[in-house]
């Protein structure tokens, strides 16, 4: 059921947020949502500066390790972030053109709105693993 939401959601956003529009608003699922595209571009993040900090000489290498870990945490936390900056600002549009809803109906709506960025995410972390062993196969050369 949650899965034919979803891709209706992809497919026909405009059919899945007037019905949306009309149930009782939970975060449950907006959150799942913003919180596995959060995990996505974390790995997303480790993945791309494991090939940036390769550049540096070995020495810098270890400096720079813990990078890695810092870009992890960050992008995680970032995303979520984005999820409540975004909503406000939404919220915020929508009082000054004399909208009505509640907050919380608006941090839903947009949660649901990043069910594209998952798609993306998934499509762009096998290209990152990938551009990541060229350039580690390029280095041993």
Known sequence: MILMNLIEALTNPDTFFKKLSQKEISLKEPFLIVLIF???IAISAYISTSIIYKIFPPQYQQVLAFTKIIALIS???G???AWLIIAGFMHLISMIFKGEGSFKK???FTGY????NIVGALITIPIAYYM???SQQEMRL
Do not use: K
Not at 113 to 116: A, H, K, Q, V
């Open 106 to 108: 608006t941090l839903s």
């Open 38 to 40: 959060s995990i996505l």
């Open 132 to 134: 990541r062993e060229i």
């Open 113 to 116: 709105g990043f069910l594209p």
């Open 75 to 77: 992008t995680f936390i």
């Open 79 to 81: 995303g979520i972030v």
